[in-house]
Structure formats: structure tokens, C-alpha cells
């Protein structure tokens, strides 16, 4: 059960590119359309066990456990004492960290926080002139963790998350972040990590990942205090752990695999367009690409480009697993079509690179978020934009939203009435709880009544 990944096909053909391009109408693209519609992902029995029992171990054995399964999976020499990020190591990460990269961060944190400053809310009370008074006060969680997959055994290091998620948390005003992060094989985190928690005000760095890691959050160990809500993608198993302990602890979203669908008109580049097609495929073999086009010029085009873009991708086996798995170029009738088909898909990531993006803008009913315009990759929301990059998947934008400051909040209704209030309106309340056959109810507030 890695903590760093998924295991991918063992060959990938090299020969031609694996995306396919269909006429929008025929049986082949009405296929694909009701492939993807359906594309909620479905947790084998066997899996879910397995994530039963490491949920039940760590709740059991608390730290044991998790240096068990690290030592399994992530760090063979793993001690309990490594658990714990020191302050030390976090000073000697920022020796580690080029100026360049550090100024890069910084502005991606100020302009994630500026964006989810206006998220923001207040407690807000009002009184009705009988002698009522009512509310709702907001209050930020007491503690929240958040998950930040390990990216290629520790190689490449999901900073942007780290971001994402920690200052959502700092915004809404959480006293206590601890984020978990599996551990490579020599036991260390990324410098990179280290230094982009301690710039989004994370209180807590522990070295572990996957279900166990979520357990560890969710129940607490003797080295990991358990957390109000839990933040932040991951795996399969850690989709799955989250799932399961929902109740337990407080989640922000269960999500699927990568996906991006594009809206294009004859005024975008085709290459472009592929290598935007290629930065949600090279994440997972199980991501979504599509294209969707009136034009099968540029259809053609853009089979083309991803072509010439693959010889250069050093994540090409990976990326067209997906483009072949849940990938697609649909030539459409036209673009109210293509919105159609792309509201009915409810993809987590929305390109408009089409000539007037703000004119089609009104009919979007189903996305995690929206690109308007070819000149806004949707890369650009992943790191630096500002809005958060952790969103639904798996058509979960019909009904969810992005990470916001509103996980991390708590809206607490507040209730006061005098005895005017009581006067006018409890016997209305009576003759409801009455109705419902709950005498207890009525006859709580029957007595209040009837005193002098």
C-alpha cells in the first residue's frame, strides 16, 4: 500500500499518441461522455479492508504502528523518534532552498492568502422587536491537519499543497496546523516542504503518510495529537481512510484523480492546448484530458502537438495511460454543445480558450474552476494564481466547491428570547411538537409558559 503514488502499467505503448479524436455524436464519443459521467470512483472491498485494519492498528497501537507501516512501505530504518520534525532541521531546510524558490513561494502564499482573505466571515446577530434576539457566531476550528502526498518518494515535493492547504487554515484563524507528509527512504522530508510549512504559519511537521498517517490525525498517538478537521489530497488509501473516518474527524473533500477538460474555438494554439491536455496526464494514469472542439482542424492540430510534446515529457509512460484510458478530443457541433457535454461531465478543471471566454462564461453550471482564455493555463491556478487548487473530482463540482477558509469555520446559531417572545410565539412551538407526537418538546415549553 504505497504512500507515494500508485502503481502504473508496467508498459505504455510508444508507438503514436493514445488520444483519440471522435465526433461528439457518434456511438464511440457518446461512449466516452457516459464513461466519464459515471466516472465516480469505486473502492474495492478488498481495498477497504485492508484500510479497516490499518485504521483499527494505528487506533490500537498509536505510534508503534505507525513506525511499523512506514518502515514497511516509506524508511526500512524508521524510529519513533523521527516522527517529529525539530525546529533545528527546519533552520538548516531554508539553507537548502535557492532565493529563487523561496521568493517564488512567498508570492504564491501572498496571493493565495489576499484571494481567500475575502472568504472571510463574519458573526452576524439581529432582533425582532417582540424581545428576540438571534445569530450566528463564527469560530475557527480548534486544529486542523493537513496531508501532503509525497510526490515520487520524496523527490519531487508537493509545495504548492502545502499552500493551499495551510493557508486556508492560517486565514480562518487555527491555532494548531499539523501537516503529515510521508518520509523517503533516508527518513528526511524535502527541504522544500519544511520550508514552505514553516512560511504558512504550520505549527507541526510529522513524517508520515498514507491511511496511517490519517488515522494517526484522526485518533491521535502518543506523538500526534488528533485534529478537529482533516485538509489535503492523496492517494487512494488515503481517499479511502478519510472516507471512513468522516464523523470521526471533519474532511474537506474525497477526491479522485487529476482532470482537466478544455473548450476551444479556432483562436487557440494547439500546442497550447496539448501541453495543457499533458499537465493533468502526467500526474496519474487514471487522470482526465479532454478536449472538446467544433473545430476538427484544430482537433487535428492538437493530436498533432501532443505528438511532438510527449517525445519531450519525461513522464510520457504515465501521462498516455491516461490520455488512452480517460482521454479524448470531441468534435462538436459547436460550442453550445461543447458547454453541454462539459456541464454534464462536471469536470474539476474548466479551460475556456475560446476567442471570447467571458460570453460563454454565464452558461457554466459544473465546474471546480474555471480558466477563461488561452492565456490562462490551468498551471497557473495550481501554484501562483491565488484561488485553492484542492477541488472536486469525479463530477463531485455538481454539488461541492474548492478548499476554502469556510472548511476550517464553524458557524455556532445563537438563540435568546424573553419573555414577550416566549409569550407570542411558544404556543406556536407547542402545537408543532404536539403535532409530531413529541410531548417532551411541547411540554418544555407548556411549563414556561404557565410561569408566572
Not at 493537513?146 to 484563524?173: D, F, H, K, N, Q
Not at 461541492?400 to 410565539?425: D, K, Q
Amino acid at each position: 500500500m504505497p504512500s507515494n503514488g500508485k502503481k502504473f502499467p508496467e508498459k505504455v505503448k510508444k508507438e503514436g499518441c493514445a488520444v483519440r479524436i471522435f465526433k461528439a455524436g457518434s456511438v464511440p464519443g457518446k461512449r466516452l461522455v457516459e464513461r466519464l459521467k459515471r466516472r465516480g470512483q469505486k473502492i474495492p472491498a478488498r481495498l477497504e479492508r485492508g484500510v479497516r485494519r490499518i485504521l483499527a492498528e494505528v487506533r490500537r497501537r498509536g505510534d508503534e504502528a505507525l513506525v511499523d507501516y512506514t518502515r514497511r512501505f516509506d524508511c526500512p530504518n524508521f524510529e519513533v523518534a523521527q516522527l517529529r520534525v525539530r525546529e533545528e532541521e527546519i533552520f538548516e531546510a531554508y539553507r537548502e532552498v535557492s532565493p529563487e524558490i523561496l521568493s517564488a513561494l512567498r508570492l504564491a502564499i501572498r496571493n493565495v492568502e489576499e484571494f481567500h482573505r475575502r472568504q472571510l466571515s463574519s458573526s452576524w446577530f439581529y432582533t425582532r422587536p417582540e424581545g428576540v434576539f438571534l445569530g450566528q457566531m463564527v469560530r475557527p476550528v480548534s486544529s486542523a491537519g493537513l496531508y501532503v502526498p509525497g510526490g515520487a518518494g520524496g523527490e519531487t515535493p508537493l509545495i504548492s499543497t502545502v499552500v493551499m492547504t495551510a493557508v486556508p487554515a492560517r486565514v480562518a484563524g487555527v491555532p494548531r496546523v499539523a501537516m503529515v507528509s510521508p518520509p523517503n527512504r533516508e527518513g528526511r522530508l524535502h527541504p522544500a516542504l519544511l520550508v514552505a510549512a514553516a512560511e504558512c504559519g504550520v505549527t507541526e511537521i510529522y513524517r508520515v503518510g498514507s491511511a496511517w498517517a490519517i488515522a494517526a490525525l484522526a485518533y491521535g498517538t502518543e506523538t500526534i495529537r488528533s485534529v478537529s478537521v482533516i485538509a489535503g489530497p492523496g492517494n487512494i488509501y488515503v481517499t479511502v481512510a478519510k472516507k471512513l473516518l468522516y464523523g470521526e474527524v471533519g474532511v474537506d473533500l474525497v477526491a479522485g484523480p487529476s482532470e482537466v477538460l478544455i473548450v476551444a474555438d479556432e483562436s487557440a494554439s494547439a500546442e497550447h492546448l496539448a501541453w495543457d491536455l499533458l499537465a493533468q496526464a502526467e500526474h496519474d494514469p487514471l487522470a482526465t484530458a479532454l478536449l472538446l472542439t467544433p473545430s476538427g482542424r484544430l482537433a487535428r492540430k492538437v493530436k498533432e502537438a501532443l505528438l511532438r510534446a510527449l517525445e519531450r515529457l519525461p513522464r510520457r509512460e504515465i501521462a498516455e495511460a491516461a490520455l488512452k484510458g480517460q482521454g479524448g478530443i470531441l468534435v462538436t457541433r459547436d460550442l453550445e454543445e461543447a458547454l453541454e457535454l462539459a456541464n454534464a461531465i462536471a469536470p474539476e478543471h474548466l479551460e475556456l480558450a475560446v476567442a471570447d471566454p467571458f460570453a460563454l462564461l454565464p452558461r457554466v453550471k459544473n465546474a471546480g474552476a474555471v480558466f477563461l482564455g488561452g492565456g490562462t493555463p490551468e498551471a497557473l491556478g495550481d501554484y501562483v494564481a491565488g484561488p485553492n487548487h484542492v477541488l472536486p473530482t469525479m463530477g463531485a463540482a455538481r454539488f461541492a466547491s474548492a478548499l476554502s477558509v469556510e472548511v476550517f469555520l464553524r458557524r455556532i446559531s445563537l438563540l435568546s428570547y424573553g419573555p414577550e417572545a416566549l409569550a407570542w410565539e411558544g404556543e406556536a412551538a407547542v402545537r408543532l411538537a404536539e403535532t409530531e407526537g413529541l410531548f417532551a418538546h411541547a411540554e418544555a415549553v407548556r411549563v414556561r409558559l404557565k410561569s408566572p
